[in-house]
């Protein structure tokens, strides 16, 4: 494995999957693998979960780990060719993304998108030059457009936890108090339509009109505007926030009440509920389910570990070939 970036870098999600339950059943038992090996994470926005599950992973494995806040501690980023660099920005990507290259064996690059230019945030035009000029295997810790680890995680934890073998999966569109990507969902919807063509889950998106995802996400999927039809019978209720895709970053005013809350629970299979978190309590998801028996908010949290350690893992393995 030479890059992490999406579904498409996975050939079969059940292998990837019971790797990772491998690992979490006994997480140090590789790690001559990583020894004299280094991590670099790059972060050019917050990251709390990515953050410390990834360091974490790559410990176990016996790595080292640097972390860089470009964001807050690096130079501006120039990102385009053929220009004067005489206003804001001091170090061309190529330069910086080389850099690190040589310092480390395997780098991480977290970024998020404008929300301003749909254009130029679905090129990935920064995540695919990091990768081009650092010359090293690089992971996905969220971009523009995706967050794979989180989607793995996701996966891992509806294996542990479903009660068939073909669980109804609802990804479901939920308020927010600001405009947000549709990385999570994007990435979310991405793999789920994967592991329903793999036979491993039934997969269902429930929005508002006006909150499609782009259609190479969710090509496959069941798709309603009917929040109550997409909960019925429903195993697992994947909750997210997005802002539009068609009229890029628009948020569009929702007359119907789309939080999750216990009324609406009845309608599942006794769903569990999920979320990548951060979650705003009783505007995303309501407290009464956060806090109760059919939360997996943590359980899920917990399993950002494995996911980033597998995939570390398999990386590690191709450069001591």
């Not at 491998?22 to 990251?47: C, D, I, R, T």
Request: glycine share 4%.
């Amino acid at each position: 494995m030479k890059k992490f970036f999406s579904v498409a870098d996975v050939a079969d999600l059940s292998s990837i999957v019971h790797e990772a339950l491998e690992l979490k059943a006994a997480p140090h038992a590789n790690q001559a693998l990583g020894k004299n090996k280094m991590l670099g994470l790059v972060f050019l926005n917050p990251s709390l979960r990515t953050r410390l599950s990834t360091q974490k992973a790559a410990l176990n494995l016996g790595m080292q780990v640097m972390v860089m806040n470009m964001d807050k501690d690096g130079w501006a980023l120039e990102t385009q060719d053929g220009v004067v660099m005489n206003g804001t920005t001091v170090e061309h990507i190529r330069e910086a993304a080389a850099v690190m290259g040589e310092y480390c064996d395997i780098l991480g690059l977290r970024s998020f998108p404008s929300l301003k230019d749909k254009e130029a945030d679905y090129t990935e035009d920064l995540f695919n030059k990091f990768i081009k000029f650092c010359a090293v295997p690089v992971v996905s810790l969220e971009s523009a457009t995706r967050h794979p680890l989180q989607s793995l995680t996701d996966l891992i934890t509806i294996t542990e936890h479903k009660k068939t073998a073909k669980p109804k999966v609802v990804l479901a569109w939920a308020p927010h108090v600001k405009a947000l990507p549709q990385a999570v969902p994007n990435s979310f919807a991405e793999w789920m339509t994967k592991a329903q063509e793999q036979g491993l889950v039934e997969f269902t998106v429930a929005h508002p009109e006006g909150y499609e995802l782009a259609e190479e996400f969710t090509t496959g999927a069941n798709i309603t505007h009917n929040l109550q039809e997409a909960l019925a019978g429903a195993d697992f209720v994947y909750v997210k926030n997005w802002s539009s895709y068609k009229e890029y970053g628009a948020v569009y005013p929702v007359a119907d009440n789309w939080m999750m809350d216990n009324e609406k629970l009845k309608l599942t299979n006794d769903a569990r509920v999920m979320h990548c978190l951060p979650v705003r309590r009783d505007l995303e998801l309501s407290s009464e389910i956060l806090d109760g028996p059919n939360s997996l908010v943590i359980k899920e949290a917990s399993n950002r570990v494995w996911a980033a350690q597998v995939v570390l893992k398999r990386m590690l393995e191709d450069l001591n070939k």
